[in-house]
């Protein structure tokens, strides 16, 4: 199983007001975190180049598992280890229709309680990977901590 985190650094195609509101949020939260990512997933690789994705989603309405493509001009993938997609669809399992956590999300930039009802995109993904305290992750701190676990592992490998 290929599983990775997947990093959204698109612009939301198409127009109308729900579309350019997107782009409005997409703007505001890589302005806010310093970053290239406005939102991630955890994407396990299926057939015919598409992605079964496990996140929360505000576009969605909170924990969703969608299937679609992650074309590299709107995506990064950062490779996981294959047990992270069978923790995402286990916490899938239990957080499914949970909705997204608006509140939440700018608490991991200014420091506000979570819900414990309700997930955004980088919580509900460092949590199923295992990080500690999932609600202080952006997208941004949670790319940048895969890549520093990945880097440390291949160290790791190197020494054995």
């Not at 991991?108 to 819900?115: D, G, H, M, N, T």
Request: one cysteine or more; aromatic letters at 12%; glycine letters at 10%.
């Amino acid at each position: 199983m290929q599983v990775y985190l997947a990093m959204y650094k698109g612009r939301k195609d198409g127009s109308g007001i729900k579309v350019w509101a997107a782009r409005l949020i997409d703007w505001a939260i890589r302005t806010i975190t310093r970053s290239p990512y406005s939102h991630c997933e955890i994407a396990i690789r299926y057939s015919g180049g598409l992605f079964d994705c496990y996140s929360s989603s505000a576009r969605d309405g909170g924990v969703r598992l969608k299937t679609m493509p992650l074309p590299p001009g709107k995506w990064d993938l950062v490779e996981l280890p294959a047990k992270a997609g069978l923790s995402a669809k286990r916490l899938f399992r239990h957080t499914h229709g949970a909705g997204y956590d608006y509140p939440g999300a700018l608490g991991a930039v200014f420091r506000l309680p979570q819900s414990r009802r309700r997930w955004f995109c980088s919580e509900w993904c460092a949590y199923a990977i295992g990080c500690t305290n999932p609600h202080r992750y952006n997208p941004q701190t949670l790319y940048a901590a895969v890549l520093t676990k990945n880097r440390l592992s291949e160290k790791m490998e190197g020494i054995k």
